[in-house]
């Protein structure tokens, strides 16, 4: 019998066993498989991480000190951010992964590798654990609290009752790959390059590696084929003189979706269950990331299985105090303001993004917003929209 069971040790599974097994209560992290390096752009924008994972700032990841964000009619925005105590990084999947799971493994939380989570355990009617697939057969693992964080295709999510499959016009689905050979880019700015469809991204790892990917949004996803716009966008790239070699060694390639559409908070928590990370909708809808909100959800999620544990008191009642948390509040608040100005930007086959990128070339403080808003995910002042409109 477990205090908290954790179904997925991605970012927000790890954080929240972490949090909770620190606190002296016996947890199971169960995950797929951690050899697994998620479909991802591994840019880390946000300085915050390292409050999360204060251990983190002696790791020698590749730090970003700018960004530089094209239109599709190439409009660029370049800003370098000033005196930063510590860089913004990206980072390879498979080695952050591992690197946060082992700091909640240290903290006392009990892993079970190669665990498929197929289904709830169920006894007169309530979810009392998981049942997962293994190669020696089905293994049930009975807890008090079972926080479901095992991302976009989570089993579990959907048979919790707490909300359905995700819709395809709901997702962003996105291609990414990590290439080595040398590259014409500035190796410490992130660069976005947003398209009628989503956008396209590389992500300097190191001198001579990048993380490149495409990702089509909402309606998007019915109109174009993202496999194709990511073989295009690489061919672009490298005819536009970023990438300068005829190819590129691949070291990894995937392809995944992410929610986007923000978080449904009256679906996040129910009778002894949270929903956590990509499995609750933790994504910016504006830029798609999601390790950040993974990372937050996981904490907070951690904290609040703490106090019912202390109550002995698992019911939604208790558990509630997850939405109503004023982090997470705030976050759900800023995602449906994003998605509010998702829909503005991508309005006639993208054209408000290029006036804006052109906008934004002739103005600085206009750079600084456009940065603030796309990047960082910040709500932007009110002019911000009406310049667009009316240029
Ligand atoms: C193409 C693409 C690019 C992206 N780029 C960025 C970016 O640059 N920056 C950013 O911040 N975000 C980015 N995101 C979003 C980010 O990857 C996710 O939001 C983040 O990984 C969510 O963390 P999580 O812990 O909720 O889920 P995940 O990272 O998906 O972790 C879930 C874990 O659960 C495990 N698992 C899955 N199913 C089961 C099961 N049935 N049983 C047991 N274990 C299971 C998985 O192996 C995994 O370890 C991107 C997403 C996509 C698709």
């Given amino acids: 019998m477990y205090d908290v069971i954790i179904s997925g040790a991605g970012p927000a599974g790890s954080k929240c066993a972490e949090v909770v097994a620190k606190a002296g209560y016996k947890v199971a992290l169960i995950e797929k498989d951690i050899n697994y390096r998620k479909p991802c752009g591994g840019g880390l924008p946000r300085t915050s991480l390292f409050k999360y994972y204060p251990q983190l700032k002696k790791v020698d990841f590749h730090k970003i000190n700018g960004t530089a964000i094209f239109s599709e009619d190439y409009h660029k925005v370049r800003h370098v951010y000033e005196n930063l105590k510590v860089n913004p990084i990206t980072v390879d999947r498979l080695k952050f992964d591992n690197l946060i799971r082992n700091i909640a493994l240290d903290a006392g939380a009990e892993l079970f590798d190669k665990h498929t989570s197929v289904d709830f355990v169920q006894k007169e009617g309530k979810k009392i654990g998981v049942r ?133 908070d009256r679906n996040l928590c129910g009778d002894n269950i949270i929903l956590i990370g990509d499995a609750g909708g933790f994504v910016a809808p504006i830029n798609g990331e999601g390790v950040h909100g993974a990372i937050v959800s996981g904490d907070i999620a951690g904290k609040t299985s703490i106090n019912a544990l202390k109550k002995e008191d698992f019911t939604y009642n208790s558990l509630k105090a997850f939405r109503k948390d004023p982090y997470i509040k705030k976050i759900i608040r800023n995602f449906k303001l994003q998605r509010g100005f998702v829909d503005f930007f991508y309005e006639n086959e993208g054209e408000n993004l290029n006036k804006l990128f052109k906008l934004a070339e002739e103005d600085e403080k206009y750079n600084l917003d456009v940065i603030n808003t796309f990047i960082l995910g910040r709500t932007p002042p009110k002019d911000f929209f009406t310049r667009v409109k009316n240029s």
């Fill in 132 to 264: 997962t697939k293994t190669s020696e057969g089905y293994k049930d693992f009975l807890g008090k609290i079972i926080i479901v964080a095992d991302g976009m295709s989570s089993k579990l999510a959907p048979r919790s009752g707490l909300r359905g499959k995700w819709k395809i016009e709901n997702l962003g689905l996105g291609r990414a790959a990590i290439l080595e050979g040398k590259y014409s880019l500035e190796k410490n700015l992130a660069y976005f390059f947003f398209k009628k469809y989503g956008y396209s991204w590389i992500f300097p790892l190191s001198e001579t590696t990048f993380n490149i990917g495409s990702i089509t949004y909402f309606e998007n996803n019915l109109k174009y084929n993202v496999q194709s716009l990511f073989k295009r966008f690489l061919v672009d790239v490298q005819n536009r003189g970023f990438l300068t070699e005829a190819s590129y060694k691949e070291i990894w390639s995937g392809s995944f979706p992410e929610p986007a559409c923000g978080v449904l």
